[in-house]
């Protein structure tokens, strides 16, 4: 029986974690989570906010996720969004969830991420 979901990995291009730390834990206020050494020999990054926790992985043969993506439910989605518009980061609104206020951005290395509010 499945309880809960314990991370999602996105994949991250060698030599990315500078840029990568500046926005996951910069812009978006995650607390990076220290790799057990036999696994930060492989590189990438984790972060973590509260439960929920994201991991970017090293891959040589990166290509960004354009569809898939993670869902990074916030509190005050408008501030969010201008906090990272304030950054040089496109925001893409989309109101085709009921119940939710959402939009659509990307991570510096193109993967696609959906941040998104319950209205109400």
């Known amino acids: 029986m499945i309880t809960t ?3 999602v990995q996105l994949a991250a291009p060698p030599g990315s974690e500078t840029a990568l ?3 996951y834990g910069g812009v978006l206020g995650l607390a ?5 050494p036999a696994l930060a020999a492989n590189g ?3 972060f973590a906010s509260g439960p929920v926790q994201l991991h970017l992985g090293i891959d040589p043969d990166f290509r960004p996720s ?6 990074l439910r916030v509190v005050g989605i ?3 969004a201008a906090r990272l518009a304030g950054h040089g980061a496109e ?4 109101e085709k969830l009921p119940g939710h206020r959402r939009f659509y951005s990307e991570d510096p290395v ?11």
């Open 5 to 7: 979901l314990d991370h």
């Open 21 to 23: 730390r500046a926005y």
């Open 32 to 36: 990076e989570v220290p790799k057990p």
């Open 44 to 46: 990438g990054l984790w």
């Open 66 to 71: 354009h569809k898939a993506h993670p869902g």
């Open 78 to 80: 408008e501030a969010f």
């Open 91 to 94: 925001v893409v609104w989309d």
């Open 110 to 120: 193109g993967n696609r991420l959906e941040f998104l509010e319950p209205i109400g």
